[in-house]
């Protein structure tokens, strides 16, 4: 008789994984068997003109990386060596290092506390100020947090009055609106990403969007090592290697093709939390700032220690130990080493947030029975009062 294989407890909860279906199986079959697996083809063609439907814009060029697409906007923009562009302190590193490529200067821009985006106000003061002083910036690259579209509005119009161009990043916001607009449709580019713990996914991938058709021809040209249109290898300048596959693009299709029930999902999780944790001293959810729908792609809070009696850190802890996946918030872009010496415009609330905020499991696949799992262990790290974790995030 064999012994018994050891209980290893409930099944692992994580952050986000990807949702993938029969029929995105059975559409990444279907173009292998087709025989398009190169960059090009029919599957490439219709993924663009989804992503372009689905973010309002008129045209799309798909490429391996929201990074990718980040970089390519910033480059037929014109961001060079010398520039600045302001971009969000609170946020994944590709805004800034898609600024750094170009040998161009990112100037972090402080979150606001009501939407944890980058705040407004700062970015249309700066806006006035440099233009007083004749350093306006280049670009102003805004992100839209864990799936809450920036405030917009006075960003474009300060922009727009500077003559200062506007990229909106998209990449964790893909269905939501702002205003009734959809996430992408701001900026005279916007990017999208499709990695694998995005709301859809191509296992790796990214969108550049624009109603400028010249600019996304141009785009897709950059992205496929610049190479003139002759019948041998002729390159006049110097290109990317950043197309997306025509066979990652079939994944890319079917999944846009559930877009709407997995925001429905991400939603209902995101009520959930709030409605469940709302009696917890000292947690509060990440605040809706009433601009639009966001589609919460992460359900993030802050646990404020003084009030809860425990940190971020302990709760986080909490979850691991029982075999939930729970991560800080972006740590900003003023604390991490590389951008240290970076000029930035405030930074308290962003840093306030990564102290005190983490993000819980928020997938589109994330079961009824592992979402109150969940509930109850964020409970159990609370109202017991579990210490302070000794290990700090670095």
Known sequence: MTAPEPDDGPPEILLSPPHVTDDDRAAVLAALDSGWLAPAGPALTEFEAAGARHTGRAHAAALSSGTAALHLALHLAGVGPGDRVLVSDLTFAASANAVAYLGATPVLVD?????????????????????ARGELPRAVVAVDLYGQVADLDPIAAACAEHDVILIEDAAEALGATYHGRPAGSFGLMSVLSFNGNKVITTSGGGMLVADDPDLVERARYLA??????????????????????????ALGTSQL???????????AINATYREALADLPGVDLMPDAGTGEPIWWLSALTVDHAVAGTDRDAVIAHLAANRVEARPVWKPMHLQPLYADAPRLGGAVAARLFEQGLCLPSGSALTDADLDRVVTLVHEAVTAGVPRAAVTTP
């Open 224 to 249: 496929t090592q610049a190479r003139q249109p002759v019948l041998h290898y002729e390159h006049t300048e110097v290109g990317f290697n950043y197309r997306l596959s025509n066979l990652l693009a």
């Open 257 to 267: 093709g559930q877009l709407d029930e997995r925001v429905a999902r991400r939603r």
């Open 111 to 131: 979150a606001e506390a009501r939407s944890w985006n980058l705040d407004p106000d700062l970015v249309c003061t700066e806006l006035h100020d440099a233009a």
